[in-house]
Each structure stands twice: as structure tokens, then as C-alpha cells.
Nanobody, 121 residues
Framework: QVQLVESGGGLVQAGGSLRLSCAAS????????MAWYRQVPGKERELVAG???????NYAESVKGRFTISRDNAKNTVYLQMNSLKPEDTAVYYC???????????????WGQGTQVTVSS
């Protein structure tokens, strides 16, 4: 099974920035896409951003223009740059490696352990 190790979470004030990293044990280019999801208590895990091996990106409407997903295939690492953070961005963020072409609504593939992001008001 693929191992995904996340880092970069923490506490930040509203308006601040964080950069999350996801280091994979294998070649991320072998997957159809990589993605970041987030989850808060009482709510379904939801897509934040996805990036295909072609570089094509997809963002949740709530983060569009503020977050940027990127990948470094040589380092087998995926990043999520989060700017202009809001309290409603507070959640556990999960890295996801997706082996098949399927809508991001479907939670498939491999998952990291999750990293907490807390935005204070």
C-alpha cells in the first residue's frame, strides 16, 4: 500500500497562510490524480483541490482564488498553498492518491493520516 505523509498544519490567524505537504512513498505520476480533502465534525469529507498527472487542477468553489495545489513529481510530493485563510477553513486536511479517473465526489485510493489546520478569528 502507498504511504502518504502529511506536514505543515497548525494554528494561524485569519488572513494568514499555510503550506501543506504530502510526501508519497511511490511515484505519484503513476496515479491518475492527487488531491486534498478536508473534514470537520458532523460533516462529510469534501474535496478541497485536485491535480491530475497532466497538471490539470480542480478546486472547491469555497477555496478558489485562495488555495493552490501543485505537485513535484521528482520529489513525489504534493503541496497545498493556503492563503487568505478564514475560520471556516478550520478542518482536518487529508492527502489522497487516486488510481482511477472518477469524479472527486467518490473517495477512492490511498489516504494520509490527516493534519489539523486551525484558523482563529
Amino acid at each position: 500500500q502507498v504511504q502518504l505523509v502529511e506536514s505543515g498544519g497548525g494554528l494561524v490567524q485569519a488572513g494568514g497562510s499555510l503550506r501543506l505537504s504530502c510526501a508519497a512513498s511511490g511515484n505519484i505520476f503513476s496515479f491518475n490524480a492527487m488531491a486534498w480533502y478536508r473534514q470537520v465534525p458532523g460533516k462529510e469529507r469534501e474535496l478541497v483541490a485536485g491535480i491530475r498527472n497532466s497538471g490539470t487542477t480542480n478546486y472547491a468553489e469555497s477555496v478558489k482564488g485562495r488555495f493552490t495545489i501543485s505537485r513535484d513529481n521528482a520529489k513525489n510530493t504534493v503541496y497545498l498553498q493556503m492563503n487568505s485563510l478564514k475560520p471556516e477553513d478550520t478542518a482536518v486536511y487529508y492527502c489522497n492518491a487516486r488510481p482511477i479517473e472518477i469524479d472527486y465526489r467518490f473517495k477512492v485510493g490511498y489516504w494520509g493520516q490527516g493534519t489539523q489546520v486551525t484558523v482563529s478569528s
